[in-house]
């Protein structure tokens, strides 16, 4: 049984460039929920995707966008990049509109020049 | 922004001694829970207890929540070295999307 995967592990940008992060979710689960977490600190809440639609969103610019596809797969995707988007980038997923813990992949790791 | 408050931010102790961690929120929840997060990785769930609960166990834990202080405590009994980690707790606001807020942390460190 498959947790939750996040593709890549690693990326180096240059500010002003685009990026584009990848998560499939834990076997069952249709919901995807995304976080950036800053160097020391918790998790922000970015969005979360259901039914291929943006449920929820946190505080970020349209600079964040996303996208579900019909196998709950989900991508992040940042344009702009600024030096203060440095940070791990968490997806986690869970089971509709239950309320049930998040399982979370390990992250990707963004460093931007 | 952050919902809630870990207190302390760091903890050092010995194995085999207990840790106890507090965290506080600001605003109304269906449920909070507790995560860890091992340096590097991606959190992993411990333990969510109900805005109707009061108290809560799962092995060597034991969460309490009090909703009139909107805090909430996590104790670890007989720690271990494989306990050393960052605790976060997450609150899930009443209604709307399951979205976890998170708190700053807690950064344990158990000595061997």
């Known amino acids: 049984d498959a947790g939750v995967t996040q593709s890549p592990t690693h990326l180096i940008k240059t500010r002003g460039q685009q990026v584009t992060l990848r998560c499939s979710p834990k076997?069952?689960?249709?919901?995807v929920s995304w976080y950036q977490q800053a160097l020391g600190q918790g998790p922000q809440f970015i969005f979360q995707?259901?039914?291929?639609?943006?449920?929820q969103r946190g505080n970020f610019p349209d600079r964040f966008s996303g996208h579900q596809f019909p196998n709950y797969s989900s991508e992040l995707n940042v344009n702009a990049l600024l030096l203060g988007d440095s940070a791990l980038y968490l997806c986690?997923?869970?089971?509709?509109?239950?309320?049930?813990?998040?399982?979370f992949g390990d992250g990707t790791r963004l460093s931007i020049l | 922004s952050q919902q809630g408050e870990e207190d302390p931010q760091a903890l050092s102790i010995q194995e085999g001694e207990n840790a106890t961690m507090n965290c506080s929120y600001k605003?109304?929840?269906?449920?909070l829970q507790w995560y860890r997060q091992n340096s590097g990785r991606g959190l992993v769930h411990l333990i969510l207890?109900?805005?109707?609960?009061r108290e809560k166990h799962s092995g060597r834990l034991r969460v309490t929540l009090d909703t009139s202080k909107k805090s909430s405590s996590l104790l670890i009994t007989a720690s271990r070295a494989a306990d050393t980690a960052s605790y976060f707790c997450?609150?899930?606001?009443?209604?709307?999307?399951?979205?976890?807020?998170f708190g700053q942390g807690t950064r344990l460190t158990i000595n061997p």
């Open positions: 986690a997923s869970s089971l509709g509109r239950s309320s049930q813990p998040q399982h």
């Open positions: 605003t109304s929840i269906n449920n």
């Open positions: 995707y259901y039914e291929e639609e943006e449920r």
């Open positions: 207890i109900r805005s109707n609960e």
């Open positions: 997450a609150t899930v606001p009443p209604q709307g999307a399951q979205k976890l807020v």
């Open positions: 076997s069952g689960h249709d919901t």
